[in-house]
């Protein structure tokens, strides 16, 4: 919802009002809610990797970059307000985390409580550094796209841009049948989440808070 907003906002900012008018400048979540992406992909998923695996998203928010006042700034300036959104989450969560274990020393008795809190900020850190990094695999329709495509010849631009035809497929595709490329596409993800536990196990306030312990 945050990631989605912050596309709209950046939108407006540049000089195009479309996700106003359409009523998506909002952290209501329910004007976020997309059929296939919200409910019908993240159901099938589940189905068909009995919960192993499980993707999804909020409804992408209209923009119109023609209206942009600088066509180039604005489009990567918009694409890329969502993942630095899910930075600025995983950030503040971070941040939270360390005052939740300062706190913790001076309230021994409160451990477990406090762990449990932070076993939800812990799963804050890991969701927004995947959303954010995943965002900027250059395949389309994803944010990371839009802005390769500034960075492309100009002969090539056009023949990038054609697979936004094909809509998720080639995403998908990717998820389902190379998933060892998405892994290494994802690494930075998992890199950053070696640097949170490396920071934050000295503050936890339990073992509860550690999301990848069983």
């Known amino acids: 919802m945050a990631h989605?907003?912050?596309?709209?906002?950046?939108?407006?900012k540049q000089g195009d009002d479309t996700a106003l008018v359409h009523g998506r400048l909002t952290f209501n979540p329910i004007a976020h809610i997309?059929?296939?992406?919200?409910?019908?992909?993240?159901?099938?998923l589940w189905w068909q990797t009995d919960g192993r695996f499980v993707f999804g998203g909020a409804k992408p928010v209209p923009v119109r970059p023609d209206r942009y006042r600088n066509y180039r700034r604005g489009d990567i300036i918009v694409s890329l307000a969502g993942v630095a959104t899910?930075?600025?989450?995983?950030?503040?969560?971070?941040?939270?985390?360390?005052?939740?274990g300062m706190l913790a020393r001076t309230m021994p008795g409160d451990g477990h409580l406090?762990?449990?809190?932070?076993?939800?900020?812990?799963?804050?850190?890991?969701l927004n550094l995947m959303l954010g990094f995943f965002n900027l695999i250059p395949i389309p329709p994803l944010d990371g796209s839009h802005v390769l495509y500034h960075f492309l010849p100009v002969g090539l631009r056009q023949r990038y841009r054609a697979f936004q035809r094909l809509g998720f497929l080639p995403l998908l595709a990717?998820?389902?049948?190379?998933?060892?490329?998405?892994?290494?596409?994802?690494?930075?993800?998992?890199?950053?989440?070696?640097?949170?536990?490396?920071?934050?196990?000295?503050?936890?306030?339990?073992?509860?808070?550690?999301?990848?312990?069983?």
Do not use: S
């Open 114 to 126: 406090l762990a449990m809190g932070q076993r939800m900020l812990a799963w804050g850190v890991w």
């Open 34 to 44: 997309d059929l296939w992406l919200t409910i019908i992909v993240p159901a099938l």
């Open 4 to 12: 989605e907003y912050a596309h709209g906002y950046a939108a407006l």
């Open 174 to 214: 990717l998820m389902l049948l190379f998933p060892r490329v998405l892994q290494v596409l994802m690494k930075p993800a998992y890199a950053g989440m070696d640097l949170f536990f490396g920071i934050a196990t000295p503050f936890a306030a339990g073992p509860e808070w550690n999301i990848f312990q069983r």
């Open 86 to 100: 899910n930075l600025a989450i995983c950030l503040a969560c971070v941040l939270v985390f360390l005052l939740i």
